[in-house]
């Protein structure tokens, strides 16, 4: 059972690069999102998706682009990476309930260095 | 817009002792909370989450969590530490205000919870 898998694991880029980090799931969750983990501020929302085809803003939305083309894969693009973007990502996915309290499956995250 | 906050960034607290690690929140609508566990250079893992009504929730490896409507809080607890409850703690809210806004899901900065022998 593979869950939420992300890669690569870990990413070393070079300012102005872009790159792709990839995310799948195989739980068929309609709710896809991505998170930065940075020390001592927590979790912060980049973007979000409730469905193919419909993505949205999170808290820091800037420098990143997702779409949302099948229900299992929810890539996060960097345009042109800055050294502020270095951070811990992870993807997260959960099911669509009316009541809204499922819970997000996590992957393992992605170690991004900008230099 | 919801907001989390857990005030503590580190709890230290002997083996075989209660533990608690504060959350406070603020939403529009109705709350929907939910804590998590981060192991070292892992995804971070559910432990439990409000269920509307019960004001004391229990979730996984012993913990349980108290909702208190009237201060805005969602603390965590386990009455009884073990050292291999030892790891980084996130409280995440999410809004219940409509479909769109419901499904951003918000989380705290964290509280290292460190339990010695």
């Known amino acids: 059972n593979a869950g939420v898998t992300q890669t690569p694991k870990f990413q070393v880029l070079k300012t102005g690069q872009s790159m792709t980090l990839q995310c799948a799931q195989d739980m068929n969750h309609e709710y896809m999102s991505w998170y930065r983990q940075d020390p001592g501020m927590g979790l912060r929302l980049i973007h979000y998706?409730?469905?193919?085809?419909?993505?949205d803003q999170g808290e820091v939305p800037n420098g990143y682009n997702v779409s949302r083309s099948t229900t299992e894969d929810f890539p996060l693009r960097l345009l042109s990476a800055a050294p502020s973007q270095t951070s811990v990502y992870f993807c997260?996915?959960?099911?669509?309930?009316?009541?809204?309290?499922?819970?997000?499956?996590f992957g393992n995250g992605t170690r991004l260095t900008v230099t | 817009a919801q907001s989390v906050a857990q005030p503590e960034d580190q709890v230290n607290v002997a083996e075989g002792n209660p533990l608690t690690v504060k959350c406070t929140y603020s939403?529009?609508?109705?709350?929907?909370l939910f804590w998590y566990v981060q192991y070292p250079n892992r995804g971070l893992q559910f432990l439990l989450k409000y269920i509307t009504g019960d004001n004391l929730v229990k979730g996984s490896y012993g913990f349980e969590a108290e909702f208190n409507k009237s201060q805005t809080s969602f603390h965590l607890k386990k009455p009884s530490a073990l050292v291999s409850d030892s790891a980084l703690y996130f409280c995440?809210?999410?809004?219940?205000?409509?479909?769109?806004?419901?499904?951003?899901?918000?989380f705290g900065s964290g509280t290292r919870l460190s339990i010695r022998p």
């Open positions: 995440a809210v999410r809004d219940g205000l409509g479909y769109s806004s419901a499904s951003k899901i918000i």
């Open positions: 998706s409730v469905g193919a085809g419909i993505t």
């Open positions: 997260a996915s959960s099911t669509r309930e009316s009541s809204y309290n499922s819970p997000l499956h």
């Open positions: 939403v529009s609508g109705n709350p929907y």
